[in-house]
């Protein structure tokens, strides 16, 4: 499954997360973002309340909470000192993980409601999925919760590069060809 779309502030990526839960049933939900609504985390809180999230992890970008918006210390209040980390990042992905599906969300948009113009693409991909799992697993094993309130950027030393494409922190440009599976892209 593969569908990719525009919204024009019609739905959210939080509207995504629930259309998608509808469909999966209960799952396992990760969800990257610069800035999250309070909107947004109290509408996570009662997916997870009724069963729809079985656990959430949060990859939140490490700089200053914008007026209005919700940051990591309402997301360890609502879901516990463990449940988020924060990095530099202004990536926005979502995973939906059961024992069926592999959803993965990406996006341009963040976790609150914005009147613009936003693109997505859902995929039922387990090596996608695992891709960004990856990435996921290591920031949250290199910058904890409880040491991850600066301007952290993990060094992804456990991301499998035979299963990823990732640019490392502190690594120069590299004009070598960049190897996706079978398909070569040109860096140069």
Not at 20 to 44: K, N, Q, R
Not at 138 to 157: K, N, Q
Not at 164 to 172: D, K, M, R, W
Request: proline share 4%; charged share 25%; hydrophobic share 40%.
């Amino acid at each position: 499954m593969d569908i990719l779309g525009l919204t024009y502030g019609q739905f959210s990526l939080i509207d995504l997360v629930q259309a998608t839960l509808e469909i999966t049933g209960p799952a396992d939900v990760t969800i990257a973002t610069w800035s999250a609504g309070f909107y947004d985390l109290e509408a996570a809180e009662n997916f997870r309340d009724c069963g729809m999230i079985r656990s959430i992890r949060f990859v939140m970008d490490s700089g200053r909470a914008k007026k209005g918006q919700a940051g990591v210390h309402e997301v360890g209040e609502i879901f516990g000192p463990d449940s988020f980390i924060q990095i530099r990042t202004h990536a926005k992905f979502v995973l939906i993980r059961n024992e069926e599906w592999d959803v993965c969300i990406t996006s341009s948009m963040n976790l609150n409601k914005n009147i613009r113009c936003e693109q997505f693409e859902m995929t039922d991909d387990v090596e996608r999925c695992e891709m960004f799992e990856d990435f996921v697993r290591a920031a949250f094993e290199e910058a904890p919760a409880s040491r991850s309130f600066g301007r952290v950027m993990p060094g992804l030393r456990s991301v499998d590069p035979s299963r990823s494409v990732v640019g490392l922190p502190g690594v120069e440009r590299n004009t070598a060809p960049i190897r996706m599976g079978s398909v070569m892209l040109d860096a140069g």
